[in-house]
């Protein structure tokens, strides 16, 4: 949401700067700039989430929990 704000912003004030495609191009950069910093952002979240489960994985090992197997997917065994 911020980026669209961001990039929104950003278009309208390089519209209002220049005319024709310059404005397109910048616009286009700007888009650019931000899904980049979106998927940098997404990349940062999902080590983090990785490395927190191995933090919760090796306490739970310490305490003597076992860690509970993946989860299986739903077996069919009835007939329709």
Known sequence: ???????????ELLRKAAGGA???RAT???AELSLRGTRRAEVVAESARLKAA??????????????S????????????
């Open 1 to 11: 949401m911020f980026t669209g704000l961001v990039g929104v912003s950003a278009y």
């Open 22 to 24: 310059p404005v397109r």
């Open 28 to 30: 286009v950069a700007a």
């Open 54 to 67: 191995d933090v919760v994985a090796e306490a739970r090992e310490r305490i003597g929990e076992e860690a």
């Open 69 to 80: 197997p993946p989860a299986a997917a739903a077996v069919h065994d009835h007939d329709h």
